[in-house]
């Protein structure tokens, strides 16, 4: 069996071990619990008896292109059920696929992006099970050679939930492969029927397939977010979980240090960071309660019920399916280029050259952070919380051009009073009705000491009513300007104390 590997021995892995019961957890679970570089201490108390959970994640993500992966149906999400379907999707006899151009470039400029190694050659299998939203009863895939092999992904995480206490790890990338998407079963229990929606039927997908170098909740969502923030920026994926292009399957396992890895789970199908990260703890905390209660793990297929906030079982994995894989006999192999291999006759329009798709690459999240700490002066962890929040980071450097406040007294604003009204009021920063425009007016106007920081929150807070109104008019109409006139200022002092005689003498004789 295989010992601990070289990334399990890093410092900040997690171990378990005996504590007493996690509060609020239901029926009572957590009675076990492990370090992780997310938490200063262990969950549930001091450890004994250490525990080793081992977590490697797949991630479907839908490829952002107009029409599907091998036809040439439009790709749109809720459209009319059934409405998007060519011929090919259906699985009618004699209709072939066509590779989409803008799918291959996407995985490509996905696998530069995370470190892998761009297989020249790559080739197409089928993949066969039998469902009812699989027309063909076969899935076009990768399995032998995919497009892109051997990277590796990045991420940071807080110790403790502390901002100013971030981690650095990486986890290693297995592959990337091309593949189709499946339909979707529209269950109607009303009629106790089921319904199939081919829409989504060959829609192009790219699987990311994580090593299990991850070991708890914390890390497998900071993964997962830092992948969802890279494909947005490249534009290969929308990744928008709430549509299901971003689909995550978590495999967990358990064992002791030294010993082989345990039996694992999978957890399928999970569409949010934050249900992620809690199916994957829970999960863990399963599997070492079951088996130091002298149980066994089954290699199964699990959901997670984000209601109940636990997993159930699926199905079993005991007899491993045979998803009988065969070369794909109508696509030939997929075949790229460089600079050094592409032939000079060759018409540049039928080929993907990848030193070209690499020079176009946009800078990453991580060189977005980098650039923001060194040209703005803010705190790291603050152009986490600036790149998290999709425009927010267009926002502030938005603000910054159009006022005179230092970067570093603006991002307070940001992060606290501007960012603080869009959670209240769950918007994102593209809906939140003070523009960039206002608040730096506002923060001109508490630069030139023209009103208070008192003043400019309420200011803000009249600004959120979306009335169109100015700071300036709102100042005035509220008569809310710092006095700058200092004989005004004695006038009203003096008009006080003479209006308050009896307290002026009190105080006086006191």
Same mark, same amino acid.
């Given at each position: 069996?295989?010992?601990?590997?070289?990334?399990?021995?890093?410092?900040?892995?997690?171990?378990?071990?005996?504590?007493?019961?996690?509060?609020?957890?239901?029926?009572?679970?957590?009675?076990?619990?492990?370090?992780?570089?997310?938490?200063?201490?262990?969950?549930?108390?001091?450890?004994?008896?250490?525990?080793?959970?081992?977590?490697?994640?797949?991630?479907?993500?839908?490829?952002?292109?107009?029409?599907?992966?091998?036809?040439?149906?439009?790709?749109?999400?809720?459209?009319?059920?059934?409405?998007?379907?060519?011929?090919?999707?259906?699985?009618?006899?004699?209709?072939?696929?066509?590779?989409?151009?803008?799918?291959?470039?996407?995985?490509?400029?996905?696998?530069?992006?995370?470190?892998?190694?761009?297989?020249?050659?790559?080739?197409?299998?089928?993949?066969?099970?039998?469902?009812?939203?699989?027309?063909?009863?076969?899935?076009?895939?990768?399995?032998?050679?995919?497009?892109?092999?051997?990277?590796?992904?990045?991420?940071?995480?807080?110790?403790?939930?502390?901002?100013?206490?971030?981690?650095?790890?990486?986890?290693?990338?297995?592959?990337?492969?091309?593949?189709?998407?499946?339909?979707?079963?529209?269950?109607?229990?009303?009629?106790?029927?089921?319904?199939?929606?081919?829409?989504?039927?060959?829609?192009?997908?790219?699987?990311?397939?994580?090593?299990?170098?991850?070991?708890?909740?914390?890390?497998?969502?900071?993964?997962?977010?830092?992948?969802?923030?890279?494909?947005?920026?490249?534009?290969?994926?929308?990744?928008?979980?709430?549509?299901?292009?971003?689909?995550?399957?978590?495999?967990?396992?358990?064992?002791?240090?030294?010993?082989?890895?345990?039996?694992?789970?999978?957890?399928?199908?999970?569409?949010?960071?934050?249900?992620?990260?809690?199916?994957?703890?829970?999960?863990?905390?399963?599997?070492?309660?079951?088996?130091?209660?002298?149980?066994?793990?089954?290699?199964?297929?699990?959901?997670?019920?984000?209601?109940?906030?636990?997993?159930?079982?699926?199905?079993?994995?005991?007899?491993?399916?045979?998803?009988?894989?065969?070369?794909?006999?109508?696509?030939?192999?997929?075949?790229?280029?460089?600079?050094?291999?592409?032939?000079?006759?060759?018409?540049?329009?039928?080929?993907?050259?990848?030193?070209?798709?690499?020079?176009?690459?946009?800078?990453?999240?991580?060189?977005?952070?980098?650039?923001?700490?060194?040209?703005?002066?803010?705190? *790291?962890?603050? &152009? $986490?919380? !600036?790149?998290?929040?999709?425009? /927010?980071? =267009?926002?502030? %450097?938005?603000?910054?051009?159009?006022?005179?406040?230092?970067?570093?007294?603006?991002?307070?604003?940001?992060?606290?009073?501007?960012?603080?009204?869009?959670?209240?009021?769950?918007?994102?920063?593209?809906?939140? *009705?003070?523009? &960039? $425009?206002? !608040?730096?007016?506002?923060?001109? /106007?508490? =630069?030139?000491? %023209?009103?208070?920081?008192?003043?400019?929150?309420?200011?803000?807070?009249?600004?959120?009513?979306?009335?169109?109104?100015?700071?300036?008019?709102?100042?005035?109409?509220?008569?809310?300007?710092?006095?700058?006139?200092?004989?005004?200022?004695?006038?009203?002092?003096?008009?006080?104390?003479?209006?308050?005689?009896? %307290?002026?003498?009190?105080?006086?004789?006191?």
């Amino acid at each position: 069996g295989r010992g601990l590997s070289p990334v399990m021995r890093e410092a900040g892995r997690c171990r378990l071990g005996r504590a007493g019961t996690v509060p609020g957890r239901r029926g009572e679970r957590g009675q076990w619990s492990w370090f992780c570089p997310g938490a200063s201490r262990p969950r549930g108390g001091a450890g004994l008896a250490p525990w080793i959970p081992v977590v490697g994640l797949e991630i479907h993500a839908q490829i952002s292109s107009n029409s599907k992966l091998f036809s040439g149906s439009q790709v749109q999400f809720a459209a009319p059920p059934n409405s998007l379907v060519s011929f090919f999707d259906a699985s009618l006899p004699g209709t072939l696929p066509v590779l989409n151009r803008r799918c291959v470039e996407a995985a490509v400029m996905t696998g530069l992006a995370l470190n892998c190694s761009i297989n020249k050659k790559s080739l197409f299998d089928r993949k066969h099970y039998f469902y009812a939203d699989l027309p063909a009863g076969y899935q076009i895939t990768q399995q032998r050679v995919p497009i892109a092999v051997n990277g590796s992904l990045s991420y940071s995480l807080c110790i403790d939930h502390k901002m100013s206490q971030m981690v650095t790890k990486t986890v290693r990338i297995k592959q990337i492969q091309l593949e189709q998407d499946s339909g979707k079963s529209l269950h109607d229990d009303t009629r106790s029927q089921t319904l199939v929606d081919l829409n989504r039927a060959g829609v192009g997908l790219m699987e990311v397939v994580m090593e299990p170098d991850m070991c708890c909740g914390e890390e497998a969502a900071a993964a997962v977010r830092e992948l969802q923030l890279i494909l947005q920026t490249l534009g290969s994926s929308q990744a928008v979980m709430a549509e299901g292009q971003l689909r995550v399957d978590a495999n967990v396992s358990v064992h002791h240090p030294g010993e082989p890895y345990g039996v694992r789970t999978e957890v399928k199908n999970i569409n949010s960071i934050r249900f992620l990260a809690k199916a994957v703890d829970y999960e863990i905390q399963r599997q070492i309660e079951e088996l130091e209660n002298g149980g066994t793990i089954l290699n199964e297929t699990r959901a997670f019920d984000s209601k109940l906030g636990c997993t159930v079982p699926m199905r079993d994995k005991e007899g491993k399916q045979d998803y009988r894989f065969m070369p794909e006999p109508n696509l030939p192999p997929l075949i790229l280029y460089d600079a050094k291999s592409l032939p000079a006759n060759m018409n540049h329009q039928q080929v993907i050259n990848i030193d070209w798709i690499h020079e176009r690459l946009p800078d990453l999240p991580s060189v977005k952070r980098e650039k923001l700490v060194e040209q703005y002066g803010i705190l *790291p962890e603050h &152009s $986490f919380t !600036l790149l998290n929040e999709d425009g /927010l980071a =267009e926002f502030f %450097e938005s603000v910054v051009k159009q006022t005179h406040m230092k970067p570093k007294k603006v991002i307070g604003w940001i992060l606290n009073d501007l960012l603080s009204y869009l959670n209240q009021h769950s918007l994102t920063v593209k809906e939140s *009705p003070v523009s &960039s $425009f206002l !608040l730096a007016d506002l923060l001109n /106007l508490l =630069e030139k000491k %023209e009103i208070s920081s008192t003043a400019a929150k309420r200011v803000l807070a009249e600004l959120w009513k979306g009335e169109g109104k100015t700071p300036l008019e709102i100042v005035k109409e509220q008569k809310l300007e710092l006095l700058q006139d200092q004989n005004e200022l004695e006038w009203i002092c003096q008009a006080v104390i003479d209006g308050h005689e009896n %307290e002026v003498i009190m105080m006086v004789l006191g």
